[in-house]
Nanobody, 123 residues
Framework: QVQLVESGGGLVQAGGSLRLSCAASGSTFSSYVMGWFRQAPGKEREFVAGIRWNVGSTYYADSVRGRFTISRDYAKKTFYLQMNSLKPEDTAVYYC????????????????WGQGTQVTVSL
């Protein structure tokens, strides 16, 4: 059974940085797309960034491109979201996710979710 366990998150001032981690288990993930989503209060969950597990290709939402970087450690089965130049509008609960079929990074459709971690960016 696939499990995703997140770590990281917290409170940071605007302009600061945070790194989220997601440890995956239960599969080889060779065909998977892994990604990060976020949900702010009163808003729908939205895609942030994704990575194709076997080759490392990536895709980002326009709102974070150039500030956030998704990466993975193939051997550790862990992927990351490095968030730089954080803005108050980045405040949300962040979820890591896994799409088993992996047809598209940009429109990934997760089958599995992490538990979520709060990221709060203050002025």
């Amino acid at each position: 059974q696939v499990q995703l366990v997140e770590s990281g998150g917290g409170l940071v001032q605007a302009g600061g940085s945070l790194r989220l981690s997601c440890a995956a288990s239960g599969s080889t993930f060779s065909s998977y797309v892994m990604g990060w989503f976020r949900q702010a209060p009163g808003k729908e969950r939205e895609f942030v960034a994704g990575i194709r597990w076997n080759v490392g290709s990536t895709y980002y939402a326009d709102s974070v491109r150039g500030r956030f970087t998704i990466s993975r450690d193939y051997a550790k089965k862990t992927f990351y979201l490095q968030m730089n130049s954080l803005k108050p509008e980045d405040t949300a609960v962040y979820y890591c996710a896994a799409d088993r079929a992996g047809f598209s990074i940009a429109t990934m459709s997760p089958d599995y979710w992490g538990q979520g971690t709060q990221v709060t960016v203050s002025l």
